[in-house]
């Protein structure tokens, strides 16, 4: 006796992997996708032109200065040195500014005045004499200078071209003030680019239920599988169509990086580390992603033409973007209401807690943070099931047409 085939449907995740590879597989092997690749860049090479524009007035308007701290005549002498060279040499020496003049025998802590200065221009500090000159600054920056003043004292002396005093350098280590705000820094700059791909990439799943809307499609879907994993395939398929975009971009980026076509500034490390910190903005891209997606395609189910859809989300986008701007505001407040409001509430979580990843090294905080993230999509993903299923198919007993007015309208309808 052969045995008999199950005539049950699939389960809620088998079959939203079903629609996950039929929905991956349709929208990767289309033309509209290469094109959806090449969308971003155009502006990326604006962005690349104008960070460029910027950086050149950054650094003409808020120039570091060299500060010098001499005996008042070395100081005199050293000033006038760098006015006579200023017509040949001026673009490639550091600006001088005059923070102590000293009398004979008096002494000058440079890494002290240095911290208490830390709100003016002042990177770093000339100070001794001009035969044994001492720089005294971040270690970066005293190195890129010690070539400069050493040619400045030489030519303050009037050694000529040939005989350059040796420039002691001394390095200045970095306060925990200077730590948090390098850390912020990089919290700031990954919530930016998180926001930027999430709102860029999930406004893909709102055309293509809409799409599959209009052709009848997605009747049949729900007419053979549960709603709740269509919409959770739609879902999971979507975020590895973004994956794919996002990784050929990085690619990209990175070969335009190696190939110094573009230059990169060095972000101060986070505080899990750079490898776990990455590893933490997928996961955080993913799960925003999601929630952002989940509203998405309860939108979606209700909008019957595109034009229904810009008018829908115009609100959700709204949303987001003060969603963003909460993230931001609580990660400069750490510990506070405000951020653990942030981290609470689901759509400003991934942010939040993204943030609190470059200026905490606690790890078990993000687990707890992403198991309720989680069941967020999960509960988001059920209601605009039931949404779709109530106000757009219509699920549930026909009522009788003797029984149609205002009394059965305000009856709740039975599922």
């Not at 200077?178 to 912020?184: N, P």
Request: contains cysteine.
């Amino acid at each position: 006796m052969r045995p008999r085939k199950s005539q049950g449907r699939l389960s809620t995740l088998a079959a939203a992997l079903v629609i996950a590879r039929r929905d991956f597989s349709a929208i990767l092997f289309s033309r509209s996708f290469f094109f959806f690749l090449l969308g971003p860049l155009f502006p990326v090479v604006v962005g690349v032109l104008a960070g460029g524009v910027g950086e050149r007035v950054q650094q003409s308007a808020d120039r570091p200065e060299l500060g010098v701290a001499m005996p008042a005549r070395d100081a005199e002498r050293l000033l006038t040195a760098r006015a006579r060279l200023e017509p040949t040499l001026g673009a490639n020496l550091p600006d001088l500014v005059m923070v102590k003049a000293l009398a004979p025998g008096e002494t000058f802590d440079a890494a002290a005045s240095l911290a208490e200065k830390r709100g003016l221009n002042v990177a770093a500090i000339l100070g001794g004499t001009l035969s044994e000159p001492v720089l005294t600054g971040p270690p970066e920056r005293i190195d890129r200078w010690r070539g400069p003043a050493s040619l400045l004292t030489a030519q303050a002396l009037g050694a000529g071209p040939r005989v350059y005093p040796e420039v002691r350098l001394a390095g200045t280590r970095t306060s925990t003030a200077d730590d948090r705000h390098g850390r912020l820094t990089t919290a700031q700059a990954a919530q930016t680019m998180l926001f930027l791909l999430t709102m860029l990439l999930a406004g893909m799943v709102l055309s293509n239920l809409v799409e599959e809307k209009a052709n009848k499609i997605i009747e049949v879907l729900a007419a053979a599988i549960p709603m709740d994993a269509v919409f959770l395939g739609k879902l999971f398929a979507m975020l590895a169509v973004s994956m794919v975009g996002i990784a050929v971009w990085g690619a990209t980026g990175g070969a335009l990086v190696l190939g110094g076509v573009v230059e990169v500034g060095n972000l101060p490390t986070p505080a899990v580390g750079w490898p776990l910190f990455l590893v933490l903005g997928v996961v955080y891209f993913a799960m925003g992603y999601l929630l952002l997606g989940a509203v998405f395609l309860a939108i979606g189910s209700m909008a019957t033409t595109v034009r229904e859809v810009q008018t829908l989300s115009m609100p959700v986008t709204m949303m987001q973007l003060m969603v963003f701007f909460l993230a931001s505001f609580a990660m400069t407040q750490p510990g506070s209401a405000v951020e653990l409001f942030a981290v609470v509430f689901p759509f400003s979580s991934p942010f939040a807690m993204l943030a609190r990843a470059a200026q905490d090294a606690t790890l078990w905080t993000h687990a707890a943070a992403l198991c309720w993230q989680a069941l967020c999509v999960i509960v988001f993903v059920r209601m605009g099931a039931r949404l779709f299923r109530t106000r757009v198919m219509k699920s549930g007993p026909a009522v009788p047409r003797k029984r149609r007015g205002l009394r059965a309208l305000l009856r709740p309808s039975r599922s």
